[in-house]
Antibody, heavy 127, light 113 residues
Framework: EVQLVQSGAEVKKPGESLKISCKGS????????IGWVRQMPGKGLEWMGI????????RYSPSFQGQVTISADKSISTAYLQWSSLKASDTAMYYC????????????????????WGKGTTVTVSS | QPVLTQSSSASASLGSSVKLTCTLS???????IAWHQQQPGKAPRYLMK???????NKGSGVPDRFSGSSSGADRYLTISNLQFEDEADYYC???????????FGGGTKVTVL
């Protein structure tokens, strides 16, 4: 069974650092991009960024560039999302998701979509 | 970058059907999208991938009651024989091959009456 298992809930103070994880199993971890999604309390889904665990190629949404760092350790099939200095506004649920890919011949491009989701990690930042 | 527009809410009676719409922005009407369901307090779940032709591929275990269709820039998710467990938020998602990044619509909250 394909699974993404995320690390547990975190409670932190403003200014602290944090690294949360997402461990893949049941598939070839280095063959699929892994993305991160933020959901602030009562709000919708926001696409943050994506990493290819095979070569660590990483892309960020402009909204999150410079605010977070996405990394991966393929030796243990785990992707990470980290902050160097948390803010209260980082309080949210964070999901990781595997991206499957499909070649759309009519448009001559690869389309990536989230086909497996982790259960989420709650991050609370409060003084 | 493509923008996905969804209405904020929809409602229908138990056992009836509801059709949700996700509209792609100008210049992106041929894009493929994915539909995801998020039940209250749970993680999102992938439902299907849907092309502009109306062809769709569902995820593993997604009930037959869920189907997709397309018309121009609009992508639809139809839920037939609505059940209380279908009460959830539904999000559409697409991919921008130019920026190599994903985009979500704002989500539609479905209420089963």
């Amino acid at each position: 069974e394909v699974q993404l298992v995320q690390s547990g809930a975190e409670v932190k103070k403003p200014g602290e650092s944090l690294k949360i994880s997402c461990k893949g199993s049941g598939y070839s971890f280095t063959s699929y991009w892994i993305g991160w999604v933020r959901q602030m309390p009562g709000k919708g889904l926001e696409w943050m960024g994506i990493i290819h665990p095979g070569d660590s190629d990483t892309r960020y949404s402009p909204s999150f560039q410079g605010q977070v760092t996405i990394s991966a350790d393929k030796s243990i099939s785990t992707a990470y999302l980290q902050w160097s200095s948390l803010k209260a506004s980082d309080t949210a649920m964070y999901y990781c998701a595997r991206h499957d890919m499909y070649y759309y011949a009519s448009g001559s491009y690869w389309y990536y979509y989230m086909d497996v989701w982790g259960k989420g990690t709650t991050v609370t930042v409060s003084s | 970058q493509p923008v996905l527009t969804q209405s904020s809410s929809a409602s229908a009676s138990l056992g009836s059907s509801v059709k949700l719409t996700c509209t792609l922005s100008s210049g992106h009407s041929s894009y493929i999208i994915a539909w995801h369901q998020q039940q209250p307090g749970k993680a999102p779940r992938y439902l299907m991938k849907l092309e502009g032709s109306g062809s769709y591929n569902k995820g593993s275990g997604v009930p037959d009651r869920f189907s997709g269709s397309s018309s121009g820039a609009d992508r639809y998710l139809t839920i037939s024989n609505l059940q209380f467990e279908d009460e959830a938020d539904y999000y559409c998602e697409t991919w921008d091959s130019n920026t190599h990044g994903g985009v979500f619509g704002g989500g539609t909250k479905v209420t089963v009456l």
